[in-house]
């Protein structure tokens, strides 16, 4: 079955450092999202991509975050100068539509910002 | 105002009981769509179970079926028949349509704990 896969699984990282954080979605899916959990808390929304551009963003998604889809099968997410607020697990998701069917989710990259 | 509320923090349900793990949500469109996610200790999230708006029946997949009252604004998650592999947070989340990529809001989540 096809499933949406994520790299690295922790990512141990220092303040002010940059982190890429990868995701391959199922192939047939066009609808891409990043999503993050700080410890014990809901899943919030960051950003959403569509036809090689940003759909949506939210406000946790500022300046120090980008997303790009290098290639026909990568979407990364980018930190560019991490902060302590910004350990968390990173959940990417894909979808075939963009809003009815169900998003599948990715196992997760957990980031620790030292 | 909250757009998707779970009541209920923790729950505890015996094995081979039903347990209801109580949503409600909160929007003004017409066209919207409900879901509900588990996530095991281990992390990930696992799709449930999803019902559109415009659906007349309530949604199940195998032992889970959702508890639709459209005019309550309530989409509760029923587990028949628990297993202790049922153990796990439960999230209730809602997509709203917004065009393109319309993004998926939670709530804060039950924990569920079977027990023998």
């Known amino acids: 079955e096809p499933e949406v896969t994520q790299t690295p699984s922790h990512q141990v990282t220092q303040m002010g450092q940059e982190v890429i954080l990868r995701c391959v979605p199922i192939s047939n899916h066009l609808y891409f999202y990043w999503y993050r959990q700080i410890l014990g808390q809901k899943v919030e929304f960051l950003v959403s991509?569509?036809?090689?551009?940003?759909?949506?963003k939210s406000e946790i998604f500022d300046d120090q975050f980008s997303v790009e889809r290098p290639d026909g099968s990568n979407f990364t997410l980018k930190i560019r100068s991490t902060k302590l607020e910004d350990s968390a697990m990173y959940f990417c998701?894909?979808?075939?539509?963009?809003?009815?069917?169900?998003?599948?989710f990715g196992p997760g990259t957990r980031l620790t910002v030292l | 105002a909250q757009k998707i509320t779970q009541t209920q923090p923790g729950m505890f349900v015996q094995e081979k009981e039903a347990v209801t793990l109580d949503c409600t949500y909160d929007?003004?469109?017409?066209?919207?769509?409900l879901f509900w996610y588990k996530q095991p200790s281990s992390g990930e999230m696992i799709f449930l179970i999803y019902q559109g708006s415009y659906d007349e029946q309530n949604a199940t997949e195998g032992r889970y079926s959702l508890n639709f009252q459209k005019a309550r604004k309530s989409a509760n998650l029923v587990i028949s028949a628990s297993q202790l592999g049922d153990s796990a947070m439960y999230f209730c989340?809602?997509?709203?349509?917004?065009?393109?990529?319309?993004?998926?809001?939670f709530g804060t989540g039950t924990r569920l704990q079977v027990t023998l």
């Open positions: 989340a809602m997509r709203e349509y917004a065009g393109t990529a319309s993004k998926l809001t």
């Open positions: 929007t003004s469109d017409q066209s919207y769509g």
């Open positions: 998701a894909s979808s075939v539509t963009g809003w009815e069917n169900e998003q599948f």
């Open positions: 991509f569509y036809n090689n551009e940003i759909s949506e």
